[in-house]
């Protein structure tokens, strides 16, 4: 199957409206990512090779491999993997030129062969999909937001409104932002219990980056901790309305249940068979 | 949130004044102190109330244009839709706001149907009952060739138009359809109306009646139609026990399998 066609039915279904919606309030687009190419993603290579060891062929073979495996699947370069020492189950994407993976010391210990497969899947589903262009589009838009009430001409306006202003777009702006991806990320899930095929590691995977607890993981009640999506949705106030707003990932409840309705769908059917 | 924290910031401040000066006159305090004390007080509470109340006015107003929508698709509690129902109906949005959400959110449990139904000929009359004044004003109207003549046809044309989309939208055809259901009407009774819906909005999809019309279709040995019921049904609704155990083996797909294997998981 082509990888176009993998991406696309791995995708969550309000994903592209939520992306024309953002990338309708870019500005200087261009010049932010040239800046970030330039400048920026160098200044992380330092840490990553003074503070990580990297994956190859001759160490961490069978992490090497599987990104390999799913680089090609999803018709993209290979990119570096970095383990770096972290007390939490994390995995991460970075860089533009040439992106990399960076996977926590805790992960790659104690996480089964398939579950940290569904972390990278997902995480290399964020690069061949262009959301890293999007998130580090959105981190520069929230800087310019932030800088503006300090430019000399504009800061006339927090001179008669306060930062209301500047507060009122910045929160428009990452209401957009953030609800782009958490649909994204919706996107990646789907892709990685495609990819490895498998709806019980899948489930562990995403709680242990949630919970970062095995043993609270084999307590877990599934219905049950679906069914919190209730209490959440029943949290109607404006400030509770708020602080939903304002997270990045979705909530794990609604990955838990966003994870099934895929496994059950016709998409996921064509891709069990293709992949 | 920057504005909120400074909000939330300052209406603290002025509530730990407000604490301190309750503590109440030390011994040496006269009459006349206490007096000055309580008026202190009085300030500093309505100053708090001020600010919280702006602070939720703020939050509303910010929240008017970028409030996410009730997932209705996720609930199917009756407790959870009837709790969700009074809150919304107690909290400060308006109601056309979260209006089809809520309808739609009533229509997941048979228990919170009339909830809809309700509502919805509540919008229908008064819809009809605003056509008719204004068909009546424009009727007493002697000059077409004004601006009022032209704006009251327009204004109209779209309640006309509200109307219709209304009655023929899938929330009208579902709930009623539902409502029929639940009386225990015979099949051949919905079927004009099912009909409609499908005519409608050929992609409706709605975990109760796609699941009443698998039940249906399989009793009636229609595997096509059986099928596309029950994957519509359970993609919906997932962790329905009912469905997941009774999954039946379609033929051209391993969906029971993966109904047997969520089963496993979850029950």
């Known amino acids: 199957m082509e990888p176009e066609n993998i991406i696309n039915l791995c995708k969550d279904s309000n994903e592209d409206y939520y992306l024309r919606t953002l990338k309708s309030k870019y500005v200087a687009e261009n010049s932010f990512i040239d800046f970030y190419k330039k400048f920026e993603e160098e200044a992380s290579y330092p840490d990553l090779f003074g503070k990580c060891v990297e994956v190859n062929s001759s160490q961490f073979k069978d992490l090497y491999n599987v990104i390999s495996e799913i680089s090609k699947l999803l018709g993209i370069e290979s990119p570096r993997c970095f383990i770096k020492d972290s007390y939490s189950y994390t995995i991460e994407s970075e860089g533009l030129n040439y992106p990399w993976l960076e996977l926590s010391a805790k992960a790659y210990n104690d996480l089964s062969k398939k579950e940290i497969s569904f972390l990278i899947a997902k995480e290399l589903y964020h690069i061949a999909n262009n959301h890293l262009y999007h998130e580090i589009m959105s981190e520069k838009m929230f800087d310019l937001i932030n800088s503006l009430p300090n430019i000399p001409g504009i800061n006339i306006i927090s001179k008669f409104g306060g930062d209301i202003f500047f507060e009122h777009k910045e929160f428009q702006y990452r209401q957009t932002a953030f609800q782009w991806f958490r649909s994204a990320c919706l996107s990646a899930d789907n892709f990685a219990l495609s990819y490895i095929k498998d709806l019980k590691s899948s489930i562990d995977a995403i709680l242990l980056t949630v919970l970062n607890e095995r043993k609270m993981v084999d307590q877990i009640d599934l219905k049950r901790y679906i069914n919190q999506i209730a209490n959440i949705e029943t949290c109607l106030n404006p400030m509770a309305t708020l602080e939903k707003i304002n997270e990045v990932l979705p909530y794990g409840p609604y990955r838990m249940l966003n994870l099934l309705r895929f496994y059950l769908s016709e998409n996921y059917y064509k891709l069990e068979n293709n992949l | ?267």
């Open chain 2, 1 to 267: 949130m920057g504005i909120f924290d400074k909000l939330s910031k300052y209406a603290e401040e002025i509530k730990s004044e407000f604490e301190q000066t309750r503590e109440g006159p030390d011994e040496k305090n006269t009459g006349s102190d206490d007096k000055a004390n309580n008026k202190e007080k009085k300030v500093m509470d309505k100053g708090a109330d001020f600010v919280l109340s702006s602070s939720q006015k703020i939050a509303n107003k910010l929240l008017e244009k970028h409030r996410p929508e009730i997932s209705y698709s996720d609930i199917y509690d009756p407790e959870i839709i009837k709790y969700m129902i009074d809150a919304v109906e107690s909290s400060e949005f308006t109601k056309s706001e979260l209006y089809f959400e809520l309808l739609y959110l009533s229509t997941n449990s048979y228990q919170t149907l009339d909830y809809c139904l309700t509502k919805f000929y509540d919008v229908q009359a008064e819809l009809e009952r605003n056509i008719q004044e204004l068909k009546n004003e424009i009727d007493n109207l002697s000059d077409e060739e004004t601006f009022e003549y032209e704006n009251k046809t327009n204004e109209l044309k779209d309640l006309a138009n509200e109307l219709a989309s209304l009655q023929n939208g899938s929330l009208f055809y579902i709930s009623k359809i539902l409502k029929k259901i639940s009386e225990g009407s015979k099949f051949e009774d919905i079927e004009e109306l099912i009909h409609m819906l499908e005519e409608n909005e050929p992609d409706w999809e709605h975990y109760l009646l796609d699941k009443f019309l698998f039940k249906h279709y399989f009793k009636k040995q229609d595997v096509q139609k059986s099928k596309l019921h029950f994957s519509k049904a359970i993609k919906l609704n997932p962790l329905d026990k009912d469905l997941l155990q009774n999954a039946p083996q379609f033929n051209e797909n391993d969906l029971s399998n993966r109904t047997m294997e969520i089963y496993d998981i979850i029950y």
